[in-house]
């Protein structure tokens, strides 16, 4: 099943699937069945990451589903203890062979862990991973403003993207203005509010879903879409992965749009950035 997801270019010049499908929380035991599913159905960007213990499951998928590898876009992220330069290469050679694979496609530092102080440190060690050509592209996770800055004046690398918690709840607007003005793409992790913020109840969710005949996730999914995020959403089950999938037949209104972006509220659903160490 060919399924026409757009495709957006970062500022290495390799591009990436706008949609994908994120296996966080998916039990080690159902990966394979899982991300079988969801390639399955059309889905052929995954996003996994060495602390979800769930890279060995998402590679036999990979390697069952038959599909060429230049059709896959596969992302994994360094865990916050194995920062640093030696245990970050130790570490992205373990995922490559959980995952089976001889390249990634893009490897990201997890959380900036700033009590730690190793992010720079790591950055070195990912570009180098890069340049092996072992990871197409590099990017980060949870960086905010001044862990972006002093990667960018301590390095001169801006990394490809930053996936940061974003959902219309709570949209981070300094972290996607910074980003605009470096080339950074934005991946909204948690696009969904992750099942703990009601925003599929929000009045403006379910009157744009009725007008066009869609769910309230395909809303909240088009809004990524047609705002320039990158998203995987995260499903167990195959007819909301489908769902999930299906919403390129319909297209937002700026209203719709407006409104829906009026549901910014001050807050996150999940840890604070500088928490997590
Ligand atoms: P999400 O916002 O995708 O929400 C997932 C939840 O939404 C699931 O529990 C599911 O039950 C529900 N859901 C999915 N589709 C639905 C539908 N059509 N209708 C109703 N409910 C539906 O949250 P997530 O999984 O945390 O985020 C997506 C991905 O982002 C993750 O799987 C992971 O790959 C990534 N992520 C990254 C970080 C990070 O720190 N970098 C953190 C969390 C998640």
Do not use: C
Not at 186 to 202: C, D, M, R, T, V
């Amino acid at each position: 099943m060919t399924v026409p997801v757009p495709t957006l270019t970062l500022n290495d010049g390799h591009t990436i699937p706008q949609l994908g499908f994120g296996v966080f929380k998916v039990d080690p035991d159902e990966t394979r069945r899982v991300v079988g599913d969801a390639l399955k159905v059309g889905y052929r960007h995954i996003d996994t990451a060495a602390i979800y213990g769930n890279e060995a499951g998402v590679g036999a998928a990979l390697d069952a589903s038959g599909i060429d590898r230049a059709e896959l876009f596969v992302t994994t992220k360094l865990w916050n203890d194995r920062q640093g330069t030696e245990s970050a290469f130790e570490a992205f050679d373990e995922s490559l062979e959980k995952l089976g694979l001889d390249y990634v496609d893009l490897y990201l530092i997890h959380w900036p862990a700033p009590a730690n102080d190793r992010y720079v440190q790591s950055w070195k060690a990912l570009e180098q991973i890069r340049e092996s050509g072992r990871a197409r592209s590099i990017g980060v996770s949870n960086f905010l403003e001044p862990q972006l800055e002093r990667l960018i004046s301590e390095t001169g690398v801006v990394p490809a993207v930053n996936q940061i918690e974003l959902h219309p709840a709570h949209q981070q607007p300094g972290e996607t203005a910074f980003a605009r003005a470096h080339g950074i793409r934005i991946e909204a992790w948690g696009p969904l509010g992750q099942g703990k913020y009601p925003l599929f109840e929000e009045p403006v969710v379910a009157v744009a879903a009725e007008a066009h005949g869609k769910t309230p996730a395909q809303v909240v999914i088009r809004w990524h879409l047609q705002t320039g995020n990158v998203v995987f959403p995260k499903s167990n089950r195959r007819e909301r992965m489908v769902e999930n999938l299906d919403v390129f037949d319909f297209e937002l209104s700026h209203t719709e749009l407006a409104t829906i972006s009026s549901l910014e509220r001050v807050g996150r659903v999940s840890a604070h950035p500088n928490d997590v160490n």
